[in-house]
Nanobody
Framework: QVQLVESGGGLVQPGGSLRLSCAAS????????MGWYRQTPGSNRELVAG???????AVQDWLKGRFTISRDNAKNMVYLQMNNVKPEDSGTYYC???????????????WGKGTLVTVSS
């Protein structure tokens, strides 16, 4: 089991940038696929971006060009860079890790508690 702690959320104006961080309690190198998920009130949690243990990254189509996921295995960290944010990007962002190779919620083994992002002027 890995403990995951997100940070970096907060209030940001539309058009601004934010970088979310996820700190893992132990090494995730070569083991865990990592993902960022977003949940808004009344909605299901949705996958935002994922990155494999080998570093292959993917972002949902509607976020491409604005969001980037990366990982630093030496520091046991995963990041979500959010640029040109929009009000609809608001929500609670969760970091998750899994070994199954899939990013469905039930396929992820460990979850952080989330960090709240609010995009508003």
């Amino acid at each position: 089991q890995v403990q995951l702690v997100e940070s970096g959320g907060g209030l940001v104006q539309p058009g601004g940038s934010l970088r979310l961080s996820c700190a893992a309690s132990r090494s995730i190198a070569g083991i865990y696929n990592m993902g960022w998920y977003r949940q808004t009130p009344g909605s299901n949690r949705e996958l935002v971006a994922g990155i494999t243990s080998g570093g292959t990254a993917a972002v949902q189509d509607w976020l491409k060009g604005r969001f980037t996921i990366s990982r630093d295995n030496a520091k046991n960290m995963v990041y979500l860079q959010m640029n040109n944010v929009k009000p609809e990007d608001s929500g609670t962002y969760y970091c998750a890790g899994g070994q199954s190779g899939r990013y469905a919620e039930d396929a992820m083994d460990d979850w952080g508690k989330g960090t709240l992002v609010t995009v508003s002027s």
